[in-house]
């Protein structure tokens, strides 16, 4: 069967790194206990409790959808309000299931870069107690942002601060965490529990892993109950231990870091190698594995058709490339080629 040559669409679309199939293979022999009662789910289990703090409560679902939705599914009632970027996942890219699942309002807010900061929360900071309001509950936000941007440890710190000051929640979304944890050089903990975060989706899909993401709840007492929501939320899985096994590769020897380094670095080769081309314009900082560029219509449609990509605003011909942990120095500089010489 013939390879599709790689493209800049999405880190989804990479394959499997050799390691976490390694370990999918190795955890195959014998039979194990069923929907996460094993010895590869306790471990993968007892290393998110050391990356992330010892009061941590993880529970493992299929997909990032899952990880975002039943996570705040766990901490909103239907009366309640999540407050996040226009730009965010649970806004765009999730199909309503924030507000079919949890039957809460969404409420968004405009950033140029994916970023929230606590001003620009205010339009939604009011009506509390007021029964003819839906109650704001959960700020969430996501880290690395859509945009490719990342939150500074400071800048979680005083959304968490913002929140609980009034009595509320922050939610990350972390499908590209590890992204900015290259990013900022720091371990997780810094900029999750450390910095006030609440419930945190943890993403490995995206960064060489098969499938799985992971639920953490990181402050005692917001899990309560949670095993029955996964339950009925379709996510319990009875072969937990091909999701666990990953995990345990992900985390030795930093396999996790070693791939969001390579994919944040081919995006900084991406950006340094078309900045030069006349007619292109990067629209954001590139702090992690995302390239925003406005480019002709006419020349986006002629190059995705050899290498993919999305358009990510029509309006103003936006597009956004994605590196991943196996894009190669080849595949930019043929991709470059291609789009200098289609801008001439």
Known sequence: ??????????????????????????????????????????RAEELFKEHLGFDTEVYFVFTGTAANVLGLSSILHSWNSVITAFTAHI??????????????????????????????????????????????????????????????????????????????????????????????????????????????SFGGTKNGMMYGEAICFLKPGLSDGFKYIRKQGMQLASKMRFISAQYIAYFRNDLWKRNAGHSNRMAQMLAERIAGIPGLKITQPVQSNGV???????????????YFFYSWNEMLSEYRLMTSWDTTPEDIDKFAVMLENEMK
């Open 1 to 42: 069967m013939e390879v599709n040559r790689k493209g800049f669409a999405s880190d989804n679309n990479a394959g499997v790194h050799p390691e976490i199939l390694k370990e999918i293979e190795s955890s195959n022999a014998g039979h194990v206990l069923a929907y996460g009662s094993d010895s590869y789910t306790e």
């Open 91 to 200: 806004e765009q890219d999730e199909c309503g299931a924030p507000e079919k699942f949890t039957g809460c309002k969404v409420l968004t807010v405009d950033t140029p870069d994916g970023k929230i900061n606590p001003g620009m929360l205010e339009k939604h900071i009011h009506g509390f107690g007021f029964e003819h309001h839906s109650q704001p509950k959960v700020i969430s936000i996501t880290q690395a942002t859509e945009m490719g941007t990342v939150y500074t440890p400071d800048e979680i710190k005083k959304l968490a601060s913002y929140a609980h000051e009034r009595g509320m929640l922050l939610h990350m979304d972390g499908a590209r965490i590890a992204n900015a944890a290259v990013s900022l050089n720091l371990p997780f903990r810094e900029f999750t529990t450390s910095a006030g975060v609440d419930v945190l």
């Open 292 to 306: 925003f560029v406005i480019m002709p219509g006419e020349v986006a449609e002629k190059v995705s058709r050899e």
